[in-house]
């Protein structure tokens, strides 16, 4: 790892951006989002069997060369060595995950996020927590709420955590609560082992998928599409045979399916229990 110099023109390139290579506000929400809309989330390894492996040249020959995207520990990783290349102050946060959980259930610190100084204030910047990724940089120092290009944020100090809440309609709900302790690259190995190999864990147990488009977010959840418009409204319909979801996933995600059998199996298997979509 520390012969590792990432190809940062190549990211660049990949994510679409042109603009000036400063450490400004300005560049870091266009990262954000530009990212998010080129590099999907995504789980095909750890639903398959397969490792996730997330040293730096793996998740660059992934993501760049070979037209997969990843979760955050291959995401986030990526995008703070980016960061860093551009002249950003970065620190790694562990985070536990509040979306879709019972308000009493205290979740594991799985999730890896970061905070990224721009112009003087630090900001949360997040390119892969999947469905409710914000897709513009969060101010920390205030709880007011703050707009992205898709839905409307805030974030809350609750006891000695960050509470980050999305607003879907009138209604706020947890997304994940960050520690305030800044973590090294390191300290994830074990997340991300339990993650992508604990039969328990979602991304074993399901295909998740997600991409934004620049008027709404795309989710796949095994075989169910959903459209979540920025009015939270969600439109849903499920996909009907191995072939249009592989075409779903290389049309609608941009994901180049790999050529493997325990890819292959794991897609198929969705549709011999329709009960586990």
């Known amino acids: 790892m520390t012969d590792f110099r990432i190809d940062l023109d190549g990211y660049l390139t990949r994510i679409g951006f042109d603009g000036k290579r400063a450490p400004t506000l300005e560049t870091l929400s266009r990262i954000v989002l530009l990212h998010q809309m080129a590099i999907p989330f995504e789980n ?11 040293d730096p040249a793996t998740i660059e020959n992934r993501t760049l060369r070979e037209g997969r995207g990843g979760y955050c520990h291959e995401q986030n990783q990526y995008l703070r060595l980016a960061l860093m290349a551009l002249g950003f102050a970065v620190k790694l ?75 879907l309609g009138e209604e706020w709900r947890p997304v994940y609560s960050i520690d305030e302790v800044d973590f090294h690259p390191v300290d994830f190995e074990a997340a991300n082992w339990f993650v992508s190999t604990n039969p328990g864990s979602d991304f074993v147990k399901s295909l998740i998928l ?14 169910t599409l959903s459209i979540r418009d920025p009015d939270g409204s969600v439109r849903r319909r499920t996909i009907a ?15 180049r399916l790999p050529d493997n059998r325990m890819v292959d199996r794991a897609l198929e298997g969705l549709f011999h229990n329709r009960g586990g979509s």
């Open 241 to 255: 045979d191995p072939g249009e979801l592989r075409a779903t996933i290389t049309d609608m995600f941009g994901i």
């Open 44 to 54: 095909l390894n750890s639903f398959s069997g397969l490792p996730v492996v997330i």
């Open 93 to 167: 946060r562990m985070a536990r995950v509040r979306w879709m959980q019972p308000p009493d259930v205290t979740p594991p610190r799985a999730h890896m996020s970061m905070v990224v100084k721009a112009e003087g204030a630090w900001y949360l910047s997040d390119v892969a927590f999947g469905a409710m990724t914000p897709t513009a940089p969060l101010r920390l120092d205030t709880a007011e709420p703050q707009a992205t290009p898709h839905q409307i944020y805030r974030i809350r100090p609750q006891e000695d955590s960050l509470h980050l809440e999305v607003k």
């Open 210 to 223: 997600a991409r934004p488009t620049a008027d709404r977010r795309q989710i796949l959840n095994n075989t």
